[in-house]
């Protein structure tokens, strides 16, 4: 079974029924052959750009109470500390590059190397990472 790690976007598109991407992400979050995981920054950058969107918290709570039944979260640990450094001394991120780089660095300490994002250019020059296709 192949392991995978989700980013905000697909969490946020796979609760928002309005966006072109809901049902590429539905699709992404529901398929039986791969090992879900997402990190605890994904987690609370989902509640920060939610109420932005306008989505009512009481929909996001309950998202993201389902998501933690089906996903495994990762957390930041002293390995990961050290992949993130490593990690700004290669690419030199700024701004909210250096929170792609953080989840790449949690993600890549517990031994995923494969992410399904929607923005992909956000992670396209980071070569650790593989990014997730689906034709969906």
Do not use: W
């Not at 539905?26 to 052959?33: A, G, N, T």
């Not at 109470?65 to 990762?74: A, F, H, I, P, S």
């Amino acid at each position: 079974m192949n392991s995978l790690l989700v980013d905000t976007n697909v969490l946020i598109y796979g609760l928002d029924k309005s966006s072109v991407y809901h049902q590429s992400a539905k699709y992404i979050l529901s398929q039986p052959d791969l090992l879900l995981f997402v990190t605890s920054k994904n987690i609370s950058e989902f509640f920060a750009v939610t109420p932005k969107l306008k989505l009512p918290f009481k929909l996001c709570h309950e998202f993201y109470e389902d998501l933690k039944e089906n996903v495994t979260v990762l957390f930041p640990t002293d390995k990961s500390l050290s992949f993130f450094e490593q990690l700004i001394r290669q690419y030199h991120p700024v701004g909210n590059q250096v929170y792609d780089v953080e989840i790449v660095s949690i993600m890549l300490s517990h031994g995923i190397e494969q992410i399904a994002t929607f923005n992909q250019k956000d992670f396209i020059a980071i070569k650790e990472v593989k990014l997730f296709h689906t034709a969906h």
